[in-house]
C-alpha cells in the first residue's frame, strides 16, 4: 500500500481518471445558487445534477473532480459530533467520477478496482464489497456483484444489503438506483475480521467509496434511457486509510492545524492529548470558516451566514476552553490557507480578507462570551436550584439574541453540566422575533414559474446585443394566469416570443421595457423576467386593439432607457476593477443593482472605504471613461475564460460556454498612463454594454456604507444622471449660501463659525445646568435618613442622561461618606436606577449590584454592576406605580429576613424611610403614576 500525502492522493485520482478520458471539472462554489433545498453543496454530483435531469448539456460524458462540500446535519446544524469524533467533519472533500449516459457499471467497477488496487495498492485482502440485495420492486443487483468478482473480488467479500444502506435517491422523482460500497478492514488483526463488521458502526471498518448506478426513474421505477454513473469518495477517509491511522485527524491534512493550534495556545502535546475534542473540532471548523469565506459567506445571523457564524464561534468557545485567553482563529485559518491554497486558489487570492473577516468575528464574539458565559452559568444555578434539568428555551434565545451565543454550543455547554435545552421553546422564541421584525416585502411582480416549467417550449433567443428592433412571432399567450388565444385593451399580459431583443432581468441588471407591435394591437411591455431557463417573458398590458398567439409582432426596446443602463452596467465592471485594484483583490462583487437611474454594488470589504480611496476609486473610473477605452465580448469555455483572468463571481453557476466582456483602458493612446496602473476589466457577463467607456459620460459616486458584517456598498450615477446630481447640489449649495448671507466661497468658514458659537452656547448651558444640579444634589444631603443603619438616600431626580446620574450618584455618595443611595430618573421616557453603597457597607455585606437586580425586575427590565455601584434600566412606561417587592431588601446580600412594610410614595426631590435593616421597599412610584 502506497503512503501518499493528501496533495498527492488528490492528484492521483485525477489524473487516473484524466487518463480514462474524464475532464477535470474544478470544483464548483460551496454556496449552491440554484437549488432551493440547499444551502451548500454536500457532495460531488450537486453541481451536476441537471446533467443527470437532463436539464443541462454539457461538452463531455465524462466528468471527474475534487468538489468542496460542506454537511451540518439536522435541523438546528448540531455540531456535537466534530471533535468527540475521531473522523466527523463539516468542511470535506469529496473525489467523484461521473458518466452521464456513457459507460456504466462494468466499465465503473473496472476502473475502480484499478485505481484501488494497482495504482493505490490497497490490500486485497482488506476490502470488502457492497451491493443491492433487492427488494419488492427492484431485483437485486447481481449484475455488479458479478462484475467484482470478474476483475478479481473474492466472492465471498460481495456482500448484499437492503435498500437502507445500497439504494441512492435524490428526491421523490429523478434518477434513482443501487449503489456499490467499497469497505476497507484497517484493525491489526486480520483474524478478527469478519463481514459483520461491514455496514456496521465499528471503528475496524471504514467506508472508502461509493458507487451509484442511476438507471430507474424514482416515480415509476421504469428504467432510464441513458443510465448514469455518480461516485464518491472521502478524501479525508482515504487519505487515513492510505497514511495508516485510526483518525483523519491524525493525516497530514489536520496535523499542521493541530500543530499551529497548539503553539499559539502555548501547551504541549499532553495537553493536546487531554483535550483532544476541542483541537479537532478547532481543525476541523477553522477549515469550514476559511472554505465558506473564499466563496462569499460571511458571518451573519440568517442563513448561509449562521452557520457560518456558529461554526467561527464554535471554534472560538473551543480555544477559550483550553485556556486561550486572546483572539487566535486567524492565525489557525492562515495555515488552512497555507496548506490548502496550491489546491484552491481562491484561499490565496482571498487570503487578507479572509483573515480580517475571521479576526472581526472573533473579537466581536470575545467582547460577548465572558458576559454572556456569566449569564449562561446564572440560567444554570437557577435550573438546578429548583432540580430542573433542562434550560428554558426563551433563556436559551435570549443568550442568542443578546450575547451572540449559537444555540448547538448553548446546548455543548449545557451537556457539560448534564443538563438539556428545550429547544421547542428556543423555537417558539426565534418564531415571534422573526414574525415582529418580518417586513411586508413588496415584490415588483410575481413571476410564477409554475406557468412556464412543464411547457415543451424552445429556448427563446436573444437578440438585443446586436438591436433593439426585431421581428418575433408570439408562442405563448398567458392572461390571468391561462393560455389565451387572445388579449383586448387593458388586459395585463405575459408572452413569450421566438426572439427578442428585450433583455430578461439577470446579473443585476434589470429587465427591458418597450413595446410589442402586432398586426391588430399594440402591447406596453413594463418589464422582462427569465422564469425558467431558456424562457424570456414579457410582461405588459394591451393599450390598443387585441393581440393574438401567434401574431407576428415587431418587438421595440425603449433605447432612452436602455442606453441608461447600458451606461450604469459598464460603469459597474469599471468600479468592480477599480475596487479591486485599490483595495484588493478580496473586494469581490456580493450583489448589485444596474437601472437605468443609478448603479448598486455590494461588495466584501471588512472595513469602511476611506474618502481618500472613494476619491481615488472615482478618479480611477472617470479616467477610464476618458480613456474612451473600447468594449467587447466573445464566448468561450468557462476554464480557458478563467486562464485568460476573467473574473468569476463567487455562489454563481456557469455552463461550460461563457460570454466573457472586455473592457480596455486605452490609458497609453490616451496619454493617461500615468493616470492610473490599473489592469483590463475582464468578466464574465451576459449583461448589455456600451459600445466604449467614453459613452458613459460621467460617474459620480454618491454613497458608501456598511450593509452588514464585511459588506460594503456603493452607489453611482453616471451620464445625465450624474450631471442631475451635479445641479441639485449645486443649487444646494447656492442655496445655503444665500441663506448664510455669504458668498458660496466662504461656505466653510461660515458653518465653521456658527458651530463654534454653538459649541460655546452648549458649554455654558451645561454649566448652568452643573449649578443648578448642585444645588438639587445639596437639597437632597438634608434628606438623608441618619436615624437608620445603613444611612440612606432615596430620591427620583431630574437628570439629562446617565453620565450625570451617575455624576450626581458619586457625589452624594462622597459627601455621604457611609451609607447607601438610591436615585431613580426618568431618561428618554426610561426608567432608570442608580445604586451606590460606600466602601465601609461593602465590607460589611451590602452589594449594590444585588440591591439593583431586584429593583430592576420589579420594573420590568435588568441591570447589575459592581458592589459599591449599580445600573438597571426598563422598558415600561413612565407612570406606573412600581409594587417594589420584597425581593429588593437593603439588607446585606447574605441576609435574606423580613422584616415590617412601607409604603410610602417616592416623589421627585423627596425621600422615603425603609426602615431598619433589613428594610424593604414596596409601592413606591414615579411621578404619583397610577398602578400597571
Not at 69 to 90: I, Q, W
Not at 542 to 566: K, L, N
Amino acid at each position: 500500500m502506497q503512503r501518499l500525502s493528501v496533495a498527492e492522493i488528490r492528484q492521483a485520482y485525477l489524473t487516473f481518471f484524466e487518463r480514462h478520458e474524464h475532464t477535470i471539472v474544478p470544483s464548483s462554489s460551496l454556496v449552491v445558487t440554484d437549488d432551493p433545498t440547499l444551502l451548500f453543496a454536500n457532495s460531488g454530483m450537486v453541481q451536476f445534477k441537471n446533467l443527470f435531469l437532463g436539464l443541462e448539456q454539457r461538452p463531455y460524458k465524462r466528468a471527474t473532480t475534487a468538489q468542496k462540500c460542506l454537511r451540518v446535519s439536522g435541523k438546528h446544524n448540531d455540531l456535537e459530533e466534530v471533535g468527540p469524533s475521531p473522523r466527523h467533519h463539516t468542511f470535506f472533500e469529496m473525489m467523484g467520477n461521473f458518466s452521464f449516459g456513457d459507460y456504466f457499471k462494468e466499465q465503473a467497477i473496472q476502473m475502480a478496482w484499478q485505481l484501488l488496487v494497482e495504482t493505490l495498492q490497497l490490500p486485497i485482502e482488506r476490502l470488502w464489497f457492497t451491493v443491492f440485495g433487492g427488494n419488492e420492486r427492484v431485483p437485486a443487483d447481481d449484475a455488479a456483484a458479478r462484475f467484482w468478482v470478474a476483475v478479481g473480488a473474492d466472492p465471498e467479500r460481495v456482500l448484499r444489503f437492503g435498500e437502507k444502506d445500497n439504494f441512492w435517491v435524490m428526491a421523490d422523482t429523478g434518477p434513482c438506483g443501487p449503489c456499490s460500497e467499497i469497505t476497507m478492514y484497517i484493525g491489526d488483526d486480520l483474524d478478527a475480521m469478519t463481514p459483520d463488521g461491514v455496514n456496521s458502526d465499528d471503528p475496524d471498518y471504514v467506508e472508502i467509496w461509493n458507487l451509484v448506478f442511476m438507471q430507474f426513474e424514482r416515480s415509476t421505477m421504469q428504467p432510464l434511457p441513458r443510465p448514469s454513473v455518480d461516485t464518491g469518495m472521502g478524501l479525508e477517509r482515504m487519505a487515513m486509510v492510505l497514511q495508516g491511522v485510526h483518525s483523519t485527524y491524525e493525516t497530514d491534512i489536520f496535523t499542521p492545524i493541530i500543530q499551529r493550534t497548539i503553539a499559539l495556545i502555548d501547551r504541549d502535546e499532553a495537553h493536546y492529548q487531554t483535550h483532544r475534542a476541542a483541537y479537532r473540532a478547532i481543525a476541523d471548523h477553522s477549515r469550514a470558516t476559511a472554505f465558506l469565506i473564499a466563496d462569499g459567506v460571511l458571518p451573519g445571523n440568517n442563513g448561509r451566514s449562521y452557520v457560518l457564524r456558529r461554526i467561527a464561534r464554535r471554534a472560538v468557545y473551543q480555544g477559550h476552553s483550553i485556556g486561550c485567553e486572546r483572539p487566535f482563529l486567524a492565525d489557525v485559518v492562515a495555515t488552512v490557507i497555507d496548506s490548502m491554497g496550491a489546491a484552491y486558489p481562491e484561499l490565496t487570492q482571498r487570503r487578507n480578507f479572509i483573515l480580517e473577516a475571521v479576526d472581526a468575528e472573533e473579537r466581536q464574539f470575545l467582547r460577548t462570551l465572558s458576559s454572556g458565559l456569566v449569564k449562561l452559568d446564572a440560567i444554570i444555578e437557577q435550573v438546578q436550584a429548583t432540580s430542573e434539568h433542562i434550560l428554558p428555551g426563551e433563556d436559551v434565545f435570549r443568550l442568542k439574541d443578546t450575547y451572540g451565543f449559537p444555540l448547538d454550543l448553548t446546548q455543548k455547554i449545557a451537556t457539560d453540566h448534564q443538563m438539556l435545552v428545550d429547544v421547542a421553546g428556543f423555537d417558539a422564541a426565534m418564531d415571534e422575533q422573526r414574525a415582529r421584525s418580518r417586513a411586508a416585502a413588496q415584490f415588483k411582480r410575481d413571476v410564477d414559474a409554475d406557468i412556464w416549467s412543464d411547457r415543451d417550449l424552445p429556448a427563446v433567443s436573444f437578440c438585443g446585443y446586436d438591436t433593439l428592433v426585431d421581428e418575433s412571432q408570439i408562442l405563448v399567450l398567458v392572461a390571468n394566469g391561462d393560455d389565451v388565444s387572445m388579449a383586448t385593451t387593458n388586459q395585463e399580459v405575459q408572452i413569450v416570443l421566438d426572439r427578442t431583443p428585450f433583455y430578461a432581468e439577470s446579473g443585476g441588471q434589470v429587465g427591458d421595457t418597450g413595446v410589442l407591435h402586432g398586426p391588430a394591437g399594440l402591447v406596453r411591455v413594463d418589464d422582462t423576467q427569465r422564469p425558467i431557463p431558456g424562457v424570456i417573458a414579457h410582461y405588459g398590458v394591451v393599450t390598443e386593439g387585441q393581440i393574438a398567439a401567434g401574431d407576428q409582432v415587431t418587438a421595440h426596446v425603449d433605447s432612452h432607457r436602455r442606453t441608461a443602463i447600458q451606461r450604469n452596467h459598464t460603469a459597474t465592471h469599471l468600479l468592480h476593477r477599480a475596487l479591486r485594484d485599490i483595495l484588493g483583490e478580496h473586494a469581490a462583487q456580493a450583489g448589485s443593482l444596474v437601472s437605468p437611474e443609478r448603479l448598486r454594488f455590494d461588495f466584501t470589504h471588512a472595513r469602511p472605504v476611506t474618502p481618500e480611496q472613494l476619491s481615488t476609486i472615482e478618479h480611477r473610473i472617470n479616467a477610464w471613461i476618458r480613456a474612451n477605452g473600447s468594449i467587447t465580448w466573445d464566448v468561450t469555455h468557462y476554464q480557458q475564460a478563467l486562464d485568460r483572468g476573467a473574473i468569476a463571481l463567487f455562489g454563481e453557476k456557469y455552463g461550460d460556454q461563457v460570454r466573457v466582456v472586455h473592457i480596455r483602458r486605452n490609458g497609453a493612446e490616451s496619454g493617461l498612463a500615468t493616470d492610473f496602473a490599473s489592469r483590463d476589466s475582464l468578466e464574465l457577463c451576459g449583461g448589455t454594454h456600451v459600445a466604449r467607456t467614453g459613452d458613459i459620460g460621467f460617474a459620480r459616486v454618491v454613497s458608501e456604507s456598511s450593509i452588514g458584517s464585511g459588506l460594503r456598498r456603493i452607489e453611482i450615477v453616471t451620464g445625465q444622471g450624474a450631471e442631475t446630481w451635479v445641479e441639485s447640489h449645486l443649487a444646494m449649495l447656492h442655496d445655503l449660501a444665500e441663506r448664510l448671507g455669504v458668498p458660496p466661497g466662504q461656505l466653510v468658514q461660515r458653518v465653521d463659525a456658527l458651530l463654534a458659537e454653538h459649541k460655546q452656547q452648549q458649554s455654558e448651558l451645561a454649566q448652568l445646568r452643573l449649578r443648578s444640579m448642585r444645588q438639587d444634589m445639596e437639597q437632597l444631603l438634608s434628606q438623608v435618613q441618619h436615624d437608620h443603619d445603613p444611612p440612606l438616600l432615596v430620591a427620583q431626580v431630574e437628570v439629562a442622561n446617565t453620565n450625570n446620574l451617575r455624576d450626581m450618584g458619586d457625589w452624594l455618595r462622597d459627601k455621604l461618606g457611609s451609607g447607601i443611595v438610591v436615585l431613580g430618573a426618568v431618561i428618554e421616557d426610561k426608567p432608570q436606577l442608580l445604586v451606590m453603597v460606600t466602601a465601609d457597607f461593602v465590607q460589611r455585606g451590602y452589594h449594590a449590584g444585588q440591591l439593583v437586580k431586584s429593583l430592576a425586575q420589579i420594573v420590568g427590565g435588568g441591570g447589575g454592576g459592581r458592589a459599591n455601584m449599580a445600573q438597571a434600566a426598563a422598558a415600561m412606561p413612565i407612570s406606573l406605580r412600581l409594587p417594589w417587592r420584597r425581593s429588593a431588601s437593603l439588607s446585606p446580600h447574605k441576609s435574606r429576613t423580613r422584616r415590617k412594610r412601607h409604603d410610602r410614595p417616592m416623589y421627585s426631590h423627596q425621600h422615603t424611610g425603609l426602615g431598619d435593616p433589613p428594610g424593604l421597599m414596596e409601592n413606591k412610584t414615579f411621578d404619583g403614576g397610577k398602578p400597571p
